[in-house]
């Protein structure tokens, strides 16, 4: 039987012995290392007549070689916990302690250990905290290397004038809604929008006023969506919602309050009027995503060539 399996089976017997060792500490403190539960030990070490509860911890324990506490006393590098070696402030007593956070705080235990030579104490000391140092800076650039990973995926998935996504994200996406629908046999529609005459926008008011129509559309469609909703800017003026679990007549009634919208909006001034064209197509048994999307561009050809402004189901 090993150690963990027989402190596992004999919590009390643990417990009792880490309440009343004399030798080692076990000291529970909230997120700012508040003290909120120690064992008699730490008491005995500071010479107090009762448990410092509420103090802060790095005013009773801190390290050899700094000034101030070190609120980190523990890291992991690579699952290895690392210890930190500290000193009873007002004491000269010396302490490895390792650190767990858990819901409270920390939990942080600590054993007491002499050496007769203090320079070699001091040197493991200073090597164990300066490992706890890089594990911490090693520990920040995984997380800034994260977060520009993460700041990388998204650009690489977005449009970046409009903020919505973009097409090779739609991509990605539709081939798991439409894998989804097939499974749960629910419905999925997509809208395909067009942007009317937007080469004369550009034309006529210069490319700054053919963004902010752009940018005003972009924001009609995501506030208009449903959070399982997907808004694209599918390139240049033209703009795809993919809709999962809605019908093609649902998809009509979304595409008609958005071009009402769209039609109404005060976007460039004088009067100006800003309209859409829509082709709207809902997955059928034998269709793939190349046939879904070929039937939502017939539809908004259809809306082209009879008029524009208008919603077309196909």
Excluded: W
């Amino acid at each position: 039987m090993n150690l963990s399996r027989l402190i596992k089976d004999n919590p009390e017997i643990t417990a009792r012995f880490m309440d009343i060792s004399g030798t080692s500490l076990v000291i529970l403190t909230d997120v700012r290392y508040r003290i909120l539960e120690c064992n008699q030990s730490l008491a005995v070490i500071l010479h107090l007549n009762q448990k410092p509860l509420g103090r802060f911890l790095g005013e009773l324990l801190c390290p050899l070689e700094q000034n101030e506490f070190n609120v980190i006393l523990s890291q992991k590098d690579n699952g290895v916990l690392l210890p930190q070696v500290l000193q009873v402030c007002y004491g000269e007593a010396l302490y490895r302690c390792y650190s767990f956070e858990i819901q409270e705080g920390f939990l942080i235990f600590g054993d007491r250990f002499e050496s007769a030579d203090n320079e070699v104490l001091e040197s493991m000391s200073l090597l164990n905290n300066e490992l706890s140092s890089l594990s911490r800076e090693l520990s920040r650039k995984n997380r800034e290397l994260a977060e520009a990973n993460r700041k990388i995926t998204e650009l690489m998935r977005t449009d970046p004038l409009t903020g919505l996504a973009n097409r090779r994200f739609f991509q990605e996406r539709l081939a798991e809604v439409l894998a989804l629908a097939r499974r749960k046999h629910s419905a999925l529609a997509v809208i395909l929008a067009d942007l009317d005459h937007f080469k004369t926008i550009n034309d006529n008011y210069g490319h700054d006023a053919g963004d902010r129509v752009l940018q005003k559309f972009a924001a009609l469609l995501k506030e208009n969506c449903r959070t399982e909703d997907l808004a694209v800017r599918f390139g240049g003026e033209e703009f795809l919602l993919l809709l999962p679990q809605s019908t093609a007549a649902q998809a009509l009634q979304l595409a008609e309050r958005i071009r009402g919208l769209l039609e109404g909006a005060d976007i460039l001034g004088n009067d100006i009027r800003i309209t859409a064209s829509m082709g709207i197509a809902e997955l059928a048994f034998e269709d793939t995503m190349d046939s879904l999307l070929k039937r939502a561009d017939q539809a908004l050809y259809q809306a082209k060539k009879t008029g524009r402004n208008r919603a077309v189901i196909l």
